[in-house]
């Protein structure tokens, strides 16, 4: 069984966000960029199912520009077996991502694919549900369990109810949630041999495929500065407080 795992280079998490000064966009420019946490996950249950024996080959793809070809690099020295890099330069939405991933799945033909839930830089939390769509498959996303049985995948999510236990026939797409497992970190014998593992490089035109932005970023913004608190000495005061800012009636 193959699984294809997409992974997205984003800000490093512990990074403080910059703005650009003309509110373009958020300022990359030197910043320290890692993979999207959730993929880590995504290609840890991968790289998991392949240690059982259940998977016989975990293909990492990630859409962007050449230095996304380290996260692939770091992705190969964490289990993965081959990669591949669909290299533009465009401002790639969900749908562009979705499409290129499609494309790569009608070519490489994954039982399963494997997405993180959500980018922690752009939180669209769109790319699986669209892929799922584009391939005419069933999809569960925020995966908190996944089991392989008898060509389907059981999938456990979290949900405000307590838990759901989801059934899928392969080939499926699955988004990984936080509690999924606990990603490994990549040693450095295997970030060695990684560098010998087969990484090839595609563009969006050679798998036929539009990547054109359909939106357009009006403005970013930083959120606006926290104001100090204050102390109150008891409840009658602290309620006299909220209806004078206008929280409470
Ligand atoms: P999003 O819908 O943008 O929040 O992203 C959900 C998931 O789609 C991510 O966790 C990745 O697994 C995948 N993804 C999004 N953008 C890319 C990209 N540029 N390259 C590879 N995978 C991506």
């Known amino acids: 069984m193959k699984i294809l795992v997409a992974v997205k280079r984003v800000l490093d998490a512990n990074v403080r966000v910059r703005v650009k000064t003309d509110q373009s966009n958020v300022d990359l ?22 240690e059982k024996g259940v998977a ?41 991502v979705a499409k290129l991933l499609k494309a790569v799945a009608d070519r490489e033909q994954p039982a399963l694919m494997l997405l993180g839930k959500q980018a922690i830089d752009d939180d669209h939390h769109q790319v699986g549900q669209m892929l799922a769509a584009l391939l005419g498959r069933g999809q569960a996303t925020c995966a ?17 109810e307590g838990t759901e236990t989801l059934s899928l026939s392969l080939p499926t797409v699955v988004t990984a ?35 054109t932005p359909r939106l357009k970023t009006l403005q970013v913004a930083e959120p606006p500065k926290r104001q100090t608190g204050i102390k109150v000495a008891h409840v009658a005061e602290l309620i006299e407080k909220l209806r004078e800012a206008k929280v409470l009636a």
Not at 29 to 50: C, Q, T, W
Not at 73 to 86: K, P, S, V
Not at 178 to 205: D, I, Q, S
């Open 29 to 50: 420019s030197g910043a320290r960029m890692s993979m999207n946490p959730f993929d880590e996950i995504a290609l840890e249950e991968a790289v998991r199912l392949k």
């Open 177 to 211: 949630d936080l509690r999924l497992n606990e990603p490994r970190y990549a040693t450095l014998p295997n970030l060695m041999k990684a560098k010998k593992k087969p990484l090839v490089v595609f563009t969006p035109a050679d798998l036929d495929v539009d990547v």
């Open 56 to 96: 016989s080959e975990v293909l990492v793809v990630s859409c962007g520009t050449t230095a996304c070809q380290e996260t692939l690099r770091t992705a190969l020295a964490l289990g993965a077996d081959r990669a591949l890099l669909i290299e533009t330069q465009a401002d790639l939405q969900p749908l562009a």
């Open 144 to 160: 908190s369990k996944l089991e392989i049985e008898a060509g389907c995948a059981i999938v456990t999510r979290e949900i405000d």
